[in-house]
């Protein structure tokens, strides 16, 4: 088969993170089959343990930890403290700082253990003050990527854990980017970590857990079955705690009738809504409020680990809302756990579900305005599967539609700079500098401005603000590479043969090696997908 240089440049940016030194023509010869190899490895896109890399229900063991010793503490200091400096500093909390209990249990914080007949009072106030003290994100542009590091300057003082593990999380997933052959795998990573986002401005909890809920939740489903990520999303800790379903009790159960609590409906709206079968999906407020009194009950274990082992999935029967429902007109007649699992079940298998998702991923790969004949292929892909997404993903890359349509949406502000890196063969051993430069792009990670996720059309990232950071990133990572030897060689990296004669040419007549490996990033070619 002879060498393909557009096509090439199609699989590496269109469906993956760019080139690495070597992709171009590795992919030139078959672009498809080189996407299709990287998606029929063996568990592609897991991310293993390591000592830094823990299960959510340990970091979660571990935050809880945490504040009760800093519970501790407080109370100790207080009562060493003279009276009159008791009152005061009982009425004027420090800014930023939990609000200590009025008594020993701290039954009121997302770190206590839920009694099974007593819900949790809403803990969000009390984590955002926490989780925005523990860790301020960079300033715009103030860590911008390929930074070198001084040992000269004093060792910090010792992060705060969930700001520990939160970096942890970061530097495993840009490194897992950056070293994927193609990136078509993470991409899909991605996709779906937005499709079902969460966001760490919720407070100390989803920092925490939100790098392990995407390996948990996440990444062991983008090429398996959608029904077993929705379940696998709905029942994870951070997607519980992150639209309130902790705090949803049955009105007429048990713990309902006794304490006159009743439902949160936020993960059941947005489970309809955004997770399954999209606006105009064909549901009610009914159907609403009918699958969130099917999940009432559907928490997490707390700190004293009375429900179960702390910081995993919990049911507790007498918080369930007892008796059948109906859902999108099907009654479900199963008793507690079983009766939301398979609401779930049928929400994943809806025709709605497979339009919106076959919508989503087509508008997200191949043009803001999606192609309806693409996006009916891979609806039928996605039905006839049973929502097999190894089967969808193979229907994307083997549409020749996708193949041939115009290179117009513009690379969000994460593939930007996880694009830069693999053309710069840049190995990640500090996660600040992308952090740095995803916030100053506006795309903070795992931080989207609500549970719809960052959006997936170029206009959200193309405004002449957004532009001019960009292009203010492309030419302090110009200004910090080290060894960067001839630009035009990273341009052959980044396009190879398919780059116009215009970007080519504006390359070689750069007054500097910095000035031309910036006008590369901005180039067209880098640009777009």
């Known amino acids: 088969m002879a060498a393909d240089p557009q096509a090439a440049l199609v699989a590496l940016n269109r469906f993956g993170l760019g080139a690495r030194p070597g992709d171009l023509a590795a992919a030139a010869a078959d672009p498809r089959g080189f996407l299709a ?44 403290q003279p009276p009159q400096d008791n009152k005061m500093a009982s009425a004027s909390p420090a800014p930023g700082a939990m609000q200590p209990p009025s008594n020993a249990a701290p039954a009121n914080s997302a770190s206590a253990q839920p009694k099974p007949d007593t819900p949790p009072a809403n ?20 860590a911008p990527m390929m930074a070198p590091s001084s040992d000269a300057k004093p060792k910090p003082p010792e992060p705060p854990i969930e700001q520990k593990i939160f970096r942890a999380e970061a530097l495993a997933r840009f490194a897992q980017q950056i070293a994927a052959d193609a990136g078509f795998a993470e991409r899909m990573v991605a996709f779906w970590s937005n ?3 969460v966001s760490v401005a919720k407070g100390q909890f989803v920092r925490v857990a939100a790098g392990s809920f995407e390996r948990e939740a996440i990444r062991p489903y983008v090429f398996g079955r959608f029904a077993d990520m929705l379940k696998a999303v709905e029942q994870h800790p951070t997607m519980l705690f992150y639209l ?39 549901y009610s407020q009914a159907d609403v409020t009918s699958l969130a009194a099917m999940i009432t009950g559907w928490t997490f274990a707390g700190r004293e680990g009375r429900i179960g082992e702390p910081g995993t999935f919990a049911f507790i029967p007498n918080w369930h809302e007892p008796g059948p429902k109906i859902l999108l007109g099907k009654s479900y007649d199963q008793d507690g756990l079983a009766q939301g699992e398979a609401a779930l079940s049928d929400l994943a298998r809806h025709p709605s579900t497979a339009t919106h998702i076959a919508t989503k991923l087509a508008r997200h790969f191949v043009a803001d305005n999606p192609p309806p004949a693409l996006v009916a292929k891979l609806a039928k892909a996605f039905h006839d599967s049973d929502g097999d997404l190894k089967i969808v993903s193979a229907a994307l890359i083997e549409d020749d539609g996708a193949w041939k349509a115009p290179l117009t949406k513009i690379r969000n502000p994460s593939d930007f700079l996880i694009a830069a890196a693999r053309a710069l063969d840049y190995k990640a051993s500090d996660p600040n500098p992308i952090l740095g430069g995803l916030n100053a792009l506006g795309m903070g990670l795992w931080q989207p401005p609500g549970p719809n996720g960052y959006p997936d059309v170029s206009e959200a990232w193309a405004s002449p603000e957004a532009m001019k950071v960009r292009l203010d990133i492309s030419w302090q990572i110009a200004q910090r590479v080290r060894d960067m030897g001839n630009p035009l060689s990273v341009l052959d990296t980044a396009a190879g043969l398919a780059t116009s004669r215009e970007t080519r040419e504006a390359i070689s007549r750069a007054e500097t090696r910095q000035q031309a490996l910036a006008i590369l990033f901005m180039s067209p070619e880098f640009q777009r997908r």
């Open 195 to 197: 499709h079902f986002a």
């Open 244 to 282: 309130d379903n902790q705090q949803s009790i049955g009105p007429n159960s048990k713990a309902g009738q006794s304490q006159h609590k009743g439902l949160n409906e936020n993960l059941a709206r947005e489970t309809m809504e955004l997770h399954t079968l999209g606006v105009g999906g064909g």
């Open 37 to 80: 190899q990287e998606m029929a490895k063996p568990d592609v896109a897991l991310i293993a343990l390591t000592p830094d890399l823990a299960p959510t229900k340990t970091n979660l063991q571990a935050m809880f930890a945490d504040q009760e010793q800093k519970r501790l503490q407080r109370l100790a200091a207080a009562q060493t």
């Open 123 to 142: 803990p969000t106030t009390m984590q955002m003050q926490a989780g925005a003290a523990a860790m301020t994100p960079p300033s715009a542009g103030a």
